[in-house]
Protein backbone atom coordinates (compact mmCIF):
# COMPACT_ATOMS: atom_id res chain seq x y z
CA UNK A 1 0.00 0.00 0.00
CA UNK A 2 1.51 3.41 -0.82
CA UNK A 3 1.98 6.51 1.25
CA UNK A 4 -1.11 8.49 0.11
CA UNK A 5 -3.58 5.68 0.78
CA UNK A 6 -2.26 4.87 4.32
CA UNK A 7 -2.52 8.61 4.53
CA UNK A 8 -6.29 8.82 3.76
CA UNK A 9 -7.08 6.30 5.59
CA UNK A 10 -5.45 7.45 8.80
CA UNK A 11 -7.46 10.51 7.99
CA UNK A 12 -10.93 9.03 7.39
CA UNK A 13 -10.59 7.09 10.89
CA UNK A 14 -9.57 10.37 12.68
CA UNK A 15 -12.58 12.11 10.57
CA UNK A 16 -15.32 9.47 11.70
CA UNK A 17 -13.76 9.94 15.20
CA UNK A 18 -14.43 13.67 15.48
CA UNK A 19 -18.22 13.01 13.45
CA UNK A 20 -19.21 10.12 15.82
CA UNK A 21 -18.22 12.27 18.68
CA UNK A 22 -20.33 14.90 17.48
CA UNK A 23 -22.93 12.62 17.09
CA UNK A 24 -22.99 11.29 20.83
CA UNK A 25 -22.63 14.73 21.87
CA UNK A 26 -26.52 15.68 20.61
CA UNK A 27 -27.77 12.17 21.41
CA UNK A 28 -26.71 12.87 25.08
CA UNK A 29 -27.90 16.36 25.02
CA UNK A 30 -31.06 14.73 24.29
CA UNK A 31 -30.45 11.35 26.33
CA UNK A 32 -33.67 9.74 26.80
CA UNK A 33 -34.42 5.74 27.77
CA UNK A 34 -35.05 5.69 23.81
CA UNK A 35 -31.80 6.72 22.37
CA UNK A 36 -29.35 5.26 25.41
CA UNK A 37 -28.18 2.27 23.35
CA UNK A 38 -27.08 4.05 20.42
CA UNK A 39 -24.84 6.67 22.61
CA UNK A 40 -23.40 2.92 23.81
CA UNK A 41 -23.21 1.93 20.79
CA UNK A 42 -22.21 4.96 18.87
CA UNK A 43 -19.29 5.46 21.88
CA UNK A 44 -17.76 2.28 21.40
CA UNK A 45 -17.57 3.63 17.30
CA UNK A 46 -15.73 6.84 18.57
CA UNK A 47 -12.87 4.43 21.03
CA UNK A 48 -12.34 1.86 17.64
CA UNK A 49 -11.95 4.57 15.21
CA UNK A 50 -9.87 6.06 17.06
CA UNK A 51 -7.32 3.38 17.49
CA UNK A 52 -7.57 2.70 14.22
CA UNK A 53 -6.70 6.08 13.37
CA UNK A 54 -3.88 6.00 16.17
CA UNK A 55 -2.48 2.32 14.71
CA UNK A 56 -2.62 3.26 10.48
CA UNK A 57 -1.29 6.70 11.71
CA UNK A 58 1.49 5.17 13.45
CA UNK A 59 2.33 2.66 10.23
CA UNK A 60 2.83 5.78 8.59
CA UNK A 61 4.67 7.66 10.44
CA UNK A 62 7.26 4.64 11.05
CA UNK A 63 7.18 3.37 7.77
CA UNK A 64 7.03 6.96 5.35
CA UNK A 65 7.26 9.94 7.71
CA UNK A 66 10.74 9.82 7.32
CA UNK A 67 11.54 11.79 4.15
CA UNK A 68 8.57 14.29 4.35
CA UNK A 69 10.23 15.15 7.86
CA UNK A 70 13.53 15.21 6.04
CA UNK A 71 11.67 17.75 3.54
CA UNK A 72 10.13 19.74 6.03
CA UNK A 73 12.70 20.62 8.00
CA UNK A 74 15.12 21.61 5.31
CA UNK A 75 12.17 23.45 3.85
CA UNK A 76 10.16 27.27 4.56
CA UNK A 77 8.17 25.47 6.96
CA UNK A 78 10.14 23.74 9.52
CA UNK A 79 7.80 24.72 12.33
CA UNK A 80 5.45 22.79 10.81
CA UNK A 81 7.17 19.60 12.36
CA UNK A 82 9.09 20.82 14.79
CA UNK A 83 5.79 22.10 17.00
CA UNK A 84 2.62 20.46 15.37
CA UNK A 85 3.48 17.12 14.22
CA UNK A 86 5.84 17.10 18.30
CA UNK A 87 1.97 18.40 19.53
CA UNK A 88 0.08 15.61 17.39
CA UNK A 89 2.73 13.12 18.65
CA UNK A 90 1.92 13.79 22.44
CA UNK A 91 -1.48 15.35 22.82
CA UNK A 92 -2.77 12.20 20.79
CA UNK A 93 -2.10 10.13 24.08
CA UNK A 94 -4.84 12.23 25.89
CA UNK A 95 -7.40 11.92 22.94
CA UNK A 96 -6.51 7.75 23.16
CA UNK A 97 -7.47 7.83 27.00
CA UNK A 98 -10.51 9.80 25.97
CA UNK A 99 -12.06 8.13 23.61
CA UNK A 100 -11.27 4.55 25.65
CA UNK A 101 -12.99 6.20 28.26
CA UNK A 102 -16.36 7.35 26.26
CA UNK A 103 -17.68 4.03 26.07
CA UNK A 104 -17.27 3.31 30.41
CA UNK A 105 -18.67 6.80 31.29
CA UNK A 106 -21.12 6.32 28.74
CA UNK A 107 -22.35 2.56 30.22
CA UNK A 108 -24.62 4.60 32.88
CA UNK A 109 -27.90 5.93 32.60
CA UNK A 110 -27.76 9.21 31.16
CA UNK A 111 -30.82 9.96 31.16
CA UNK A 112 -31.82 9.91 34.60
CA UNK A 113 -28.41 10.59 35.95
CA UNK A 114 -27.50 14.95 35.01
CA UNK A 115 -24.23 13.90 36.74
CA UNK A 116 -23.56 11.04 34.51
CA UNK A 117 -24.58 12.95 31.26
CA UNK A 118 -22.63 16.18 32.20
CA UNK A 119 -19.47 13.86 32.77
CA UNK A 120 -20.36 12.52 29.16
CA UNK A 121 -20.91 15.77 27.52
CA UNK A 122 -17.06 17.18 29.39
CA UNK A 123 -15.67 14.03 27.88
CA UNK A 124 -17.22 13.81 24.27
CA UNK A 125 -16.75 17.80 23.86
CA UNK A 126 -12.97 17.21 24.35
CA UNK A 127 -12.41 14.65 22.11
CA UNK A 128 -14.32 16.69 19.66
CA UNK A 129 -11.89 19.71 20.29
CA UNK A 130 -9.23 17.72 20.47
CA UNK A 131 -9.74 15.98 17.43
CA UNK A 132 -10.64 18.94 15.38
CA UNK A 133 -7.51 20.58 16.95
CA UNK A 134 -4.90 17.33 15.36
CA UNK A 135 -6.60 17.85 12.08
CA UNK A 136 -6.12 20.87 11.51
CA UNK A 137 -2.18 20.33 12.49
CA UNK A 138 -2.46 17.24 10.11
CA UNK A 139 -3.38 19.44 7.55
CA UNK A 140 -0.37 22.37 8.25
CA UNK A 141 2.06 19.03 8.34
CA UNK A 142 1.11 18.14 5.04
CA UNK A 143 1.61 21.67 3.86
CA UNK A 144 4.58 21.81 5.17
CA UNK A 145 5.70 18.89 2.99
CA UNK A 146 4.41 20.09 -0.13
CA UNK A 147 6.20 23.48 0.49
CA UNK A 148 9.30 21.66 1.24
CA UNK A 149 9.14 19.42 -1.62
CA UNK A 150 8.01 22.75 -3.85
CA UNK A 151 11.00 24.45 -2.79
CA UNK A 152 13.59 21.43 -2.98
CA UNK A 153 12.75 21.48 -7.14
Same mark, same amino acid.
Given at each position: ?89 ? @? +?? *??? =????? !????? #? ?5 ? /? ?7 ? @? +?? *??? =????? !????? #? ?5 ? /? ?7
Amino acid at each position: MNNEIVMMIHVLFGMLCIVSAVWVLVDVLNASATNLARIRKMSLVVAVCMWLAFFIGGYWYVTFYGVDKAVILKGPWPWAHDFFMEMKEH @V +VF *LLL =LLTTY !LPIAA #AGNLATN /KQARTLVLW @V +VG *LIV =LIGVA !LDGSG #AIIGVGA /KVGFMAAK
